[in-house]
């Protein structure tokens, strides 16, 4: 029903679902993002470009941030009023009965805090669980859960159960009684078991030491100190074209932006190479759509860059005959494409590997792809190996657009920059 209301005042949107063009999901993600515009003639531009951005072969959450940051763009005031309204009227923690003993809890908060509790959790866990622990990840997030909820006894601990576990709490280094000829099992077990007692508060000194000593690095190994000191990061616009965006969640306005910075939750930092020349004359609300949203005019398709992956270049800038990307190239190559390239895949670019488009040759770098702008992109893991399994093959464009080709059928599907 609501789908249905927020439809009846979008005309082209409504046309596009039932020519078939596209999903439910997609349809809904626009439908809920710009009915909330009220003036009609920016509603009815925000309906084609959602749509044309809809075209696009990304995931439906990066689909959802296009949009929200095309509508913060067309009406920044009322998206800080919304989100206010929506606090008043919404928020709220539900525990609610479930199946086999346990219960689901569903909490309406602003946006920082999921961000935070989903990046504590995903800590918490890559500091204390090895590989081996037998849990599923979920099982594993509610453990976690549960220490940060503050559940009495809840801790949690690597549960593989093996000696050499990397994860295990830190044992007292240098024991008196060490025995270098001692080859007995039992013994060893025996020395740790005992040790296991008055380990905790060792270990708890040997942290806040280490964690003095290594100064701004004490990110790597946390515990529970830098858990609770956790910041987000915030990028944004000093020039005000771009939205500001806040890791873990995505865009958000200017206010709430404003409000995470006075709040100490946050590290900020600017968009890293960002020269988008400013229009000419009065900036209109239309010029601030993301520039992903305001190509109409750009030939499609734009052409192929070289095949050799030398991105254009003749002759080999500075660095690109070396395999590691420069830490200025890669936050470069995160900032325009935003997210990773393969088809339908919506990670974030920062949490994604920096791919050579063409294979960079380590014996003769000179031949490979090179270490260029437009020979790289950022892949995660998962599609990174898929992209190594050979099931498409990807051409980048001039426009940085990567064409993904099945070289069995021919099918192709194109995915965009940011
Ligand atoms: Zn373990
Ligand atoms: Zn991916």
């Known amino acids: 029903m609501a789908l249905s209301s927020a439809l009846s005042t979008l005309p082209t949107v409504t046309a596009a679902f039932l020519d078939g063009d596209h999903s439910l999901e997609r349809i809904r993600i626009i439908a809920d993002e710009i009915v909330v515009l009220s003036d009609d003639d920016v509603r009815a531009f925000a309906e084609t470009r959602a749509l044309e951005s809809a075209e696009r072969n990304q995931a439906d959450t990066t689909l959802r941030d296009q ?4 509508v ?5 005031d009322g998206a800080a009023d919304r989100r206010e309204e929506a606090a008043e009227r919404d928020q709220n923690v539900r525990v609610s009965r479930d199946t086999n003993g346990h219960c689901s809890i569903s909490v309406y908060a602003p946006g920082e805090m999921g961000a935070h509790l989903a990046a504590r959790i995903a800590k918490m866990i890559n500091a204390r669980i090895c590989a081996r622990d037998p849990r599923r990840r979920g099982q594993q997030r509610v453990a976690a859960f549960a220490e940060i909820q503050g559940l009495p006894g809840a801790h949690l601990s690597c549960e593989c159960g093996l000696d050499d576990c990397p994860r295990a709490v830190p044992l007292p280094e240098e024991p008196a009684d060490l025995d270098p000829a001692g080859d007995l099992p039992d013994d060893v077990d025996a020395d740790r078991a005992a040790q296991l007692d008055f380990s905790e508060l060792d270990t708890t000194g040997n942290d806040a030491d280490e964690e003095s000593e290594s100064g701004t690095d004490g990110e790597a190994d946390s515990d529970d100190d830098t858990d609770a000191q956790l910041l987000l990061d915030l990028a944004i616009d000093p020039v005000g074209q771009r939205e500001a965006r806040l890791a873990g969640f995505g865009v958000i306005d200017d206010s709430h932006a404003a409000h995470l910075i006075r709040s100490g939750l946050v590290k900020v930092f600017e968009f890293p190479g960002l020269e988008i020349p400013r229009t000419a004359g009065i900036v209109t609300s239309l010029d601030r759509v993301p520039a992903a949203l ?3 005019d750009i030939p499609f398709p734009a052409t192929p860059i070289d095949p050799t992956g030398h991105g254009g270049y003749l002759t080999p800038p500075k ?4 395999y590691r990307i420069p830490a200025w190239l890669r936050e470069k190559i995160i900032e325009l494409d935003g997210t990773c390239r393969y088809p339908h895949c919506g990670r974030p670019a920062s949490e994604c590997q920096i791919d050579h488009v063409v294979k960079f040759v380590h014996r003769d770098p000179r031949t490979g792809g090179w270490t260029v702008e437009f020979n790289l992109m950022p892949l995660c893991t998962a599609c990174h190996q898929r992209k190594h399994m050979g099931l498409l093959i990807p051409t ?4 940085r657009a990567v064409i993904w080709r099945d070289p069995i059928t021919g099918d192709t599907i194109t995915t965009y920059p940011r």
């Open 396 to 399: 980048m464009l001039t426009d």
């Open 319 to 322: 660095g690109a005959l070396t």
């Open 67 to 70: 949009v929200v940051e095309m």
């Open 72 to 76: 913060i763009a067309l009406d920044p």
């Open 294 to 296: 305001r190509r109409p």
